[in-house]
């Protein structure tokens, strides 16, 4: 059977600052929902990396005494260690200075420059170098940046522009025509409001300094840095290559079924992007999802702002699958979240070690007292009870309102409907009572049913917690004897049907899969 491609990108993320909380939470949530597709069949590329060009990766590695090649070359590998750390299933890390990214993005300036939207002119302005954007007079605040608040320097040049003010009403025509583009609705007003205001055209290239890639039809111009960064969600599939391989790929994957971003970069995403993918004729993304920031005690998580708490030293702390579930169920995805260690505490002791650990260890503890550690006959379903029903009713519901909840990118109420299983069955254990059931062989039947009942849900729950949590989920998945592994199903309706928790399977009861965290 063919499966449908399904094509996630991340941004790509600057190298000059590593690896942060608010990169792997975007990276965070793009991995599961690429775990989430590959589970429901797809057929999934997806896609993180690193914008190695421009004028503020040239200074840093000036100041640390590189070249910038050099520099860029030692900070990737710490991008690829912290998602490794973090698990994450990326099928391509693309770096913006291969020689497949400078050949594509050649191939589609030139492009542009032969549908006549690119042209000469003259550049007077301001730039932020950190944020590479340029800005108009009116937009400075008190004479700095209006995006980070730092100093902006003038520059005057002779650039190439981008004709993007021709694309106005093309956008908004796509903006109305598909209004899942850019999600969440507030962005999309956002957007749409900016664009409403008018376009004007983009100074795409620079002459004053070198670290880009040279414009095809005039190489004393390297290509301003945000118009080669976005490119790379291209390259990554195959174009500007001529390899009938790459071809096809391409064929296959683009457009892009949705782009993470932070919503700070939404107008390149949003505006930008799509206008030079239909200038170049092609067709534009289906979805850029904006995200919210991460704030501690309300304010913005950012190195420079000194409040940084690192990816590893939660790791450490908490584990990679209670960090990955923190960031996930907090913060609603698209809005700001505060968080806090004092709430990722208690996250880890109620939903993690109480929930979800207490329920796994008391139920393999039953099974391996009561039933000699092997799961118990599957029930008669003519003997179910109103409360056994009830069990099954929210398994069985879960496949349809998961998918409802991913396919809006709302991890919260996704994870909140795999919660309703394990909240539903504890309640079970506890109406139920298994160590009464355990006291006379004339309950035998009932203390079965009960126990294979709750494994079962768990085995259930395990599934759909595990884009989230995938490590924890497969250890519950081994602890129940299930041969299969989690993370290899990709039939998650069929994975996911009542029963399919084979009797006389050898359970194994092992440690607390979360051990409760005192705080000191
Ligand atoms: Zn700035």
């Not at 949530?29 to 690193?50: K, N, P, Q, S």
């Not at 598909?178 to 956002?190: A, C, I, K, L, S």
């Not at 699958?321 to 990722?344: K, N, T």
């Not at 599957?378 to 009713?393: C, G, K, L, M, N």
Request: glycine share 6%.
């Amino acid at each position: 059977m063919d499966r449908t491609p399904f094509y996630i990108t991340t941004p790509i993320y600057y190298v000059n600052s590593v690896p942060h909380l608010g990169t792997a939470y975007t990276t965070i949530a793009a991995d599961a929902l690429a775990r989430y597709r590959r589970m429901t069949g797809h057929d999934v590329f997806f896609l993180t990396g690193l914008d190695e060009h421009g004028q503020k990766v040239a200074q840093a590695a000036d100041e640390n005494g590189m070249t910038p090649q050099a520099w860029v070359d030692s900070i990737a590998p710490k991008f690829q260690e912290a998602w490794d750390m973090l698990d994450i299933t990326y099928d391509d890390f693309i770096r913006t200075t291969e020689p497949r990214h400078e050949r594509a993005s050649q191939k589609l300036m030139q492009t542009l420059k032969d549908n006549g939207y690119i042209y000469q002119g003259h550049y007077e302005g301001w730039y932020c170098v950190p944020d590479e954007t340029f800005y108009t007079e009116e937009q400075l605040v008190e004479g700095t940046c209006p995006g980070c608040g730092r100093d902006v320097q003038f520059i005057r040049e002779d650039n190439w522009f981008f004709k993007l003010s021709a694309f106005q009403d093309r956008l908004l025509e796509l903006y109305h025509d598909n209004p899942t583009f850019v999600q969440p609705d507030t962005r999309r007003n956002e957007v749409l409001s900016f664009v409403e205001g008018g376009l004007r055209d983009l100074s795409v290239s620079r002459t004053t300094f070198t670290w880009g890639i040279p414009l095809p039809f005039d190489p004393e111009h390297v290509m301003y840095v945000w118009f080669d960064a976005l490119i790379n969600y291209m390259t990554a599939v195959g174009y500007g290559s001529d390899d009938p391989a790459d071809v096809a790929r391409f064929e296959r994957f683009w457009p892009a079924d949705v782009h993470f971003v932070g919503k700070d970069i939404i107008r390149f995403h949003c505006v930008i992007w799509p206008a030079m993918l239909m200038a170049a004729g092609l067709p534009v993304p289906k979805q850029v999802f904006a995200h919210g920031f991460l704030l501690t005690k309300g304010e913005k998580m950012s190195k420079s702002k000194g409040n940084a708490i690192t990816p590893a030293s939660l790791v450490e702390r908490f584990g990679v699958d209670a960090y990955r579930y923190y960031f996930l169920r907090d913060v609603q995805f698209g809005s700001d979240g505060s968080i806090s260690i004092e709430s990722m505490v208690q996250r880890y002791n109620g939903d993690l070690a109480n929930d979800w650990g207490n329920l796994c260890s008391r139920l393999l503890n039953m099974t391996e007292k009561y039933c000699e550690g092997v799961v118990p006959a599957r029930p008669h379903a003519a003997d179910a009870t109103s409360d056994d029903d009830e069990v099954r009713a929210i398994a069985e519901g879960l496949p349809a309102a998961y998918e409802a909840a991913m396919s809006r990118l709302d991890y919260v109420s996704a994870l909140e409907g795999a919660w309703s299983l394990v909240k539903r069955v504890n309640r079970y254990i506890e109406d139920s009572a298994p160590w009464g059931l355990a006291k006379s062989e004339e309950t035998r039947p009932r203390l079965d049913a009960v126990l294979y009942n709750a494994l079962e849900a768990v085995r259930i729950s395990a599934l759909f917690i595990s884009p989230v949590m995938p490590n924890t989920s497969a250890d519950v998945w081994r602890r129940l004897g299930v041969s299969a592994d989690v993370r290899e199903v990709t039939d998650l309706a069929a994975a996911a049907g009542w029963g399919g928790l084979a009797p006389g399977s050898q359970v194994t009861k092992g440690d607390a899969l979360f051990q409760r965290i005192v705080e000191e």
